[in-house]
Protein backbone atom coordinates (compact mmCIF):
# COMPACT_ATOMS: atom_id res chain seq x y z
CA UNK A 1 0.00 0.00 0.00
CA UNK A 2 1.43 3.34 -1.09
CA UNK A 3 1.56 6.32 1.83
CA UNK A 4 1.09 8.86 -0.67
CA UNK A 5 -1.92 10.71 0.40
CA UNK A 6 -4.42 11.79 -1.81
CA UNK A 7 -6.22 15.43 -2.58
CA UNK A 8 -8.98 15.56 -1.06
CA UNK A 9 -11.27 16.13 -3.99
CA UNK A 10 -8.76 14.85 -7.07
CA UNK A 11 -8.48 17.23 -10.42
CA UNK A 12 -8.14 13.63 -12.29
CA UNK A 13 -11.87 13.03 -11.41
CA UNK A 14 -14.16 12.15 -14.47
CA UNK A 15 -16.87 14.47 -15.55
CA UNK A 16 -19.24 11.91 -13.89
CA UNK A 17 -18.03 12.71 -10.49
CA UNK A 18 -17.92 16.33 -10.33
CA UNK A 19 -20.81 17.77 -8.32
CA UNK A 20 -23.74 19.39 -10.60
CA UNK A 21 -23.62 23.12 -11.81
CA UNK A 22 -25.15 25.72 -9.67
CA UNK A 23 -28.44 26.06 -12.64
CA UNK A 24 -28.93 22.70 -11.98
CA UNK A 25 -28.35 21.47 -8.57
CA UNK A 26 -30.40 20.81 -5.77
CA UNK A 27 -29.78 19.02 -2.44
CA UNK A 28 -28.25 15.52 -2.72
CA UNK A 29 -29.20 14.89 1.08
CA UNK A 30 -31.62 12.08 1.21
CA UNK A 31 -34.61 12.75 2.87
CA UNK A 32 -35.99 10.96 5.30
CA UNK A 33 -40.06 11.26 5.68
CA UNK A 34 -41.32 11.50 8.61
CA UNK A 35 -45.49 10.98 9.18
CA UNK A 36 -47.23 14.22 9.31
CA UNK A 37 -48.17 15.18 13.18
CA UNK A 38 -51.71 15.17 13.90
CA UNK A 39 -53.19 17.97 13.38
CA UNK A 40 -54.15 20.75 15.81
CA UNK A 41 -57.66 21.09 16.39
CA UNK A 42 -57.86 25.31 16.86
CA UNK A 43 -60.72 27.20 15.17
CA UNK A 44 -58.82 29.61 12.47
CA UNK A 45 -56.85 25.81 11.23
CA UNK A 46 -60.25 24.13 11.49
CA UNK A 47 -61.39 27.00 8.94
CA UNK A 48 -58.44 26.61 6.54
CA UNK A 49 -59.00 23.35 6.09
CA UNK A 50 -61.75 23.16 3.54
CA UNK A 51 -60.88 26.19 2.14
CA UNK A 52 -57.99 27.41 -0.37
CA UNK A 53 -54.64 28.05 1.05
CA UNK A 54 -51.77 28.84 -0.60
CA UNK A 55 -47.98 28.65 0.08
CA UNK A 56 -46.21 31.32 -2.49
CA UNK A 57 -42.96 29.47 -2.05
CA UNK A 58 -40.49 26.40 -3.97
CA UNK A 59 -38.72 25.59 -1.01
CA UNK A 60 -39.25 21.87 0.16
CA UNK A 61 -38.66 23.11 3.69
CA UNK A 62 -41.06 25.16 3.97
CA UNK A 63 -43.56 23.07 2.33
CA UNK A 64 -42.33 20.48 5.21
CA UNK A 65 -42.82 23.10 8.14
CA UNK A 66 -46.51 24.42 7.17
CA UNK A 67 -47.70 20.83 6.85
CA UNK A 68 -47.14 20.52 10.60
CA UNK A 69 -50.56 22.81 10.69
CA UNK A 70 -52.35 19.95 9.09
CA UNK A 71 -53.20 21.88 5.91
CA UNK A 72 -53.85 19.23 3.67
CA UNK A 73 -54.51 21.12 0.28
CA UNK A 74 -51.62 23.58 0.71
CA UNK A 75 -51.00 24.86 -3.08
CA UNK A 76 -47.66 25.78 -3.79
CA UNK A 77 -47.41 28.76 -5.98
CA UNK A 78 -44.19 30.54 -5.96
CA UNK A 79 -44.09 34.51 -6.36
CA UNK A 80 -42.63 35.81 -9.87
CA UNK A 81 -41.59 38.55 -8.22
CA UNK A 82 -37.44 39.24 -9.10
CA UNK A 83 -36.18 39.83 -5.59
CA UNK A 84 -33.96 42.45 -6.89
CA UNK A 85 -34.43 45.15 -3.97
CA UNK A 86 -31.47 47.13 -3.46
CA UNK A 87 -29.22 45.92 -0.50
CA UNK A 88 -28.70 49.15 0.57
CA UNK A 89 -31.93 48.46 2.57
CA UNK A 90 -31.93 47.37 6.25
CA UNK A 91 -31.95 43.65 6.31
CA UNK A 92 -35.10 43.84 7.99
CA UNK A 93 -36.65 46.37 5.34
CA UNK A 94 -35.02 44.03 3.25
CA UNK A 95 -36.43 41.01 3.74
CA UNK A 96 -40.11 42.03 4.79
CA UNK A 97 -40.03 44.52 1.14
CA UNK A 98 -39.34 41.05 -0.21
CA UNK A 99 -41.83 38.80 1.46
CA UNK A 100 -44.70 41.19 0.88
CA UNK A 101 -44.08 41.68 -2.88
CA UNK A 102 -44.01 38.02 -2.99
CA UNK A 103 -47.21 37.40 -1.39
CA UNK A 104 -48.71 40.60 -3.80
CA UNK A 105 -47.52 38.51 -6.68
CA UNK A 106 -49.60 35.72 -6.10
CA UNK A 107 -52.55 37.36 -4.67
CA UNK A 108 -52.97 40.06 -7.89
CA UNK A 109 -52.84 36.46 -10.42
CA UNK A 110 -54.45 34.37 -7.83
CA UNK A 111 -57.19 36.32 -6.63
CA UNK A 112 -59.29 36.57 -10.53
CA UNK A 113 -58.92 32.62 -10.43
CA UNK A 114 -62.18 31.83 -11.85
CA UNK A 115 -61.62 28.33 -11.92
CA UNK A 116 -60.58 27.77 -8.27
CA UNK A 117 -61.45 31.05 -6.71
CA UNK A 118 -60.39 33.22 -4.50
CA UNK A 119 -58.00 31.92 -2.08
CA UNK A 120 -58.91 31.94 1.51
CA UNK A 121 -55.15 32.96 2.85
CA UNK A 122 -51.92 33.44 1.06
CA UNK A 123 -48.52 32.74 2.94
CA UNK A 124 -45.53 33.88 2.09
CA UNK A 125 -41.83 34.20 3.20
CA UNK A 126 -38.06 35.68 2.70
CA UNK A 127 -35.18 34.35 4.50
CA UNK A 128 -31.95 36.38 4.13
CA UNK A 129 -28.29 35.50 6.16
CA UNK A 130 -26.47 38.85 7.49
CA UNK A 131 -22.81 39.22 7.86
CA UNK A 132 -22.69 40.72 11.56
CA UNK A 133 -18.99 42.02 10.62
CA UNK A 134 -19.57 43.58 7.11
CA UNK A 135 -23.02 44.09 7.32
CA UNK A 136 -23.52 42.02 3.90
CA UNK A 137 -26.96 40.44 3.06
CA UNK A 138 -26.50 36.93 1.79
CA UNK A 139 -28.69 35.35 -0.33
CA UNK A 140 -27.82 32.34 -2.39
CA UNK A 141 -25.14 31.45 -3.96
CA UNK A 142 -24.87 31.97 -7.41
CA UNK A 143 -21.10 30.07 -8.35
CA UNK A 144 -18.48 27.65 -6.25
CA UNK A 145 -16.47 29.89 -6.20
CA UNK A 146 -19.56 32.29 -4.48
CA UNK A 147 -20.19 29.70 -2.40
CA UNK A 148 -16.72 29.23 -0.98
CA UNK A 149 -16.51 32.64 -0.12
CA UNK A 150 -19.93 32.88 1.65
CA UNK A 151 -18.99 30.35 3.99
CA UNK A 152 -15.56 31.19 4.43
CA UNK A 153 -16.79 35.10 5.14
CA UNK A 154 -18.95 33.80 7.74
CA UNK A 155 -16.83 31.21 9.37
CA UNK A 156 -14.39 34.17 9.89
CA UNK A 157 -16.51 36.38 11.34
CA UNK A 158 -18.08 34.17 13.84
CA UNK A 159 -21.57 35.34 14.12
CA UNK A 160 -24.18 36.06 11.91
CA UNK A 161 -28.27 36.67 11.81
CA UNK A 162 -30.85 34.98 9.79
CA UNK A 163 -33.77 36.81 9.43
CA UNK A 164 -36.91 35.64 8.09
CA UNK A 165 -40.28 37.81 7.04
CA UNK A 166 -43.55 36.24 6.72
CA UNK A 167 -46.48 37.39 5.46
CA UNK A 168 -50.21 36.25 5.27
CA UNK A 169 -52.72 37.83 2.97
CA UNK A 170 -56.69 37.45 3.31
CA UNK A 171 -59.35 38.90 1.25
CA UNK A 172 -62.20 40.36 2.39
CA UNK A 173 -65.77 39.98 1.52
CA UNK A 174 -66.52 43.55 1.10
CA UNK A 175 -65.15 46.01 -1.48
CA UNK A 176 -63.33 48.04 1.02
CA UNK A 177 -60.05 49.50 -0.37
CA UNK A 178 -56.96 47.69 -0.23
CA UNK A 179 -59.67 44.46 -0.48
CA UNK A 180 -57.74 42.01 2.19
CA UNK A 181 -56.28 41.61 5.40
CA UNK A 182 -52.40 41.84 5.70
CA UNK A 183 -50.28 40.71 8.40
CA UNK A 184 -46.32 40.42 8.76
CA UNK A 185 -44.12 39.56 11.45
CA UNK A 186 -40.01 39.04 11.38
CA UNK A 187 -38.47 36.73 12.94
CA UNK A 188 -34.20 36.98 14.04
CA UNK A 189 -31.80 33.97 14.95
CA UNK A 190 -28.22 34.59 15.93
CA UNK A 191 -25.70 31.94 14.40
CA UNK A 192 -22.15 31.11 15.35
CA UNK A 193 -20.14 29.36 12.73
CA UNK A 194 -17.58 26.75 14.41
CA UNK A 195 -14.14 28.96 14.22
CA UNK A 196 -12.24 25.36 13.79
CA UNK A 197 -13.88 24.94 10.26
CA UNK A 198 -11.34 24.12 7.54
CA UNK A 199 -11.06 25.49 4.15
CA UNK A 200 -10.88 21.65 3.29
CA UNK A 201 -14.15 20.98 5.00
CA UNK A 202 -15.92 24.08 3.54
CA UNK A 203 -14.77 22.91 0.23
CA UNK A 204 -15.68 19.25 0.51
CA UNK A 205 -19.59 20.71 2.17
CA UNK A 206 -19.74 23.48 -0.95
CA UNK A 207 -19.19 20.39 -3.31
CA UNK A 208 -21.81 18.16 -1.99
CA UNK A 209 -24.59 21.14 -3.35
CA UNK A 210 -26.76 21.16 -0.37
CA UNK A 211 -26.94 24.71 0.20
CA UNK A 212 -27.27 25.76 -3.17
CA UNK A 213 -31.00 26.63 -2.64
CA UNK A 214 -30.53 28.21 0.51
CA UNK A 215 -29.95 31.80 1.98
CA UNK A 216 -26.32 31.95 3.47
CA UNK A 217 -25.13 28.58 1.27
CA UNK A 218 -25.76 26.45 3.90
CA UNK A 219 -28.70 23.40 5.32
CA UNK A 220 -29.15 23.72 9.19
CA UNK A 221 -30.93 20.83 9.33
CA UNK A 222 -28.59 18.79 7.29
CA UNK A 223 -24.87 18.43 6.61
CA UNK A 224 -24.55 22.37 7.07
CA UNK A 225 -25.16 21.50 10.67
CA UNK A 226 -21.62 20.73 11.02
CA UNK A 227 -20.46 24.04 10.12
CA UNK A 228 -22.52 25.43 13.29
CA UNK A 229 -21.21 26.18 16.42
CA UNK A 230 -24.52 27.18 18.06
CA UNK A 231 -27.95 28.68 17.79
CA UNK A 232 -29.61 31.38 19.90
CA UNK A 233 -33.62 31.83 18.89
CA UNK A 234 -35.57 29.67 16.76
CA UNK A 235 -33.92 26.72 14.52
CA UNK A 236 -36.93 26.71 11.99
CA UNK A 237 -36.18 30.19 11.64
CA UNK A 238 -32.78 28.89 9.88
CA UNK A 239 -34.14 26.37 8.16
CA UNK A 240 -36.75 28.99 6.50
CA UNK A 241 -39.82 29.13 7.71
CA UNK A 242 -40.49 29.65 11.51
CA UNK A 243 -43.94 27.99 12.66
CA UNK A 244 -44.75 29.41 15.94
CA UNK A 245 -44.38 32.81 13.95
CA UNK A 246 -46.22 31.62 11.52
CA UNK A 247 -49.00 30.38 13.40
CA UNK A 248 -49.37 33.90 15.13
CA UNK A 249 -49.43 35.85 11.78
CA UNK A 250 -52.15 33.24 10.49
CA UNK A 251 -54.60 33.18 13.35
CA UNK A 252 -53.84 37.53 13.27
CA UNK A 253 -54.44 37.84 9.35
CA UNK A 254 -57.78 35.63 9.62
CA UNK A 255 -59.34 37.21 12.58
CA UNK A 256 -58.71 40.84 10.60
CA UNK A 257 -60.14 39.53 7.86
CA UNK A 258 -63.41 38.32 10.05
CA UNK A 259 -64.20 41.00 11.77
CA UNK A 260 -63.22 43.51 8.91
CA UNK A 261 -66.94 41.08 7.56
CA UNK A 262 -68.53 42.34 10.31
CA UNK A 263 -67.75 45.86 10.34
CA UNK A 264 -71.18 47.83 11.15
CA UNK A 265 -72.86 50.36 9.26
CA UNK A 266 -70.98 53.62 10.12
CA UNK A 267 -68.47 52.10 12.56
CA UNK A 268 -64.51 52.30 11.97
CA UNK A 269 -63.31 51.35 8.60
CA UNK A 270 -66.56 51.88 6.78
CA UNK A 271 -64.93 54.73 4.24
CA UNK A 272 -65.72 57.44 5.99
CA UNK A 273 -62.21 57.98 6.98
CA UNK A 274 -61.47 58.42 2.79
CA UNK A 275 -62.95 62.11 3.03
CA UNK A 276 -61.22 63.28 6.09
Known amino acids: MSDKKEPLLSTAASDTDLPPAYETATSTTPKRQLPPPPPLPLPTLISLRTKRVILASSSPRRRQIISYLGLPNVEIIPSDFAEDLPHSLQPFEYVLATATKKAESVYTREIVNEEKGEPALILAADTIVVNTQSGAILEKPRSEAHHLAM ?104 ERADDDDRLPSGGEGDGDEEDE
Do not use: C
Not at 160 to 174: E, F, G, N, Q
Not at 203 to 209: D, F, G, H, I, Q
Not at 210 to 239: C, F, P
Open 151 to 254: LKSLRDARDHKVYTAIVAMSPLSSARDPGYAIETAIEETNVRFDSEVTDDLILAYVRTREGVDKAGGYGMQGLGSILVEKIEGSYDNVIGLPLKTTLKVIEKVM
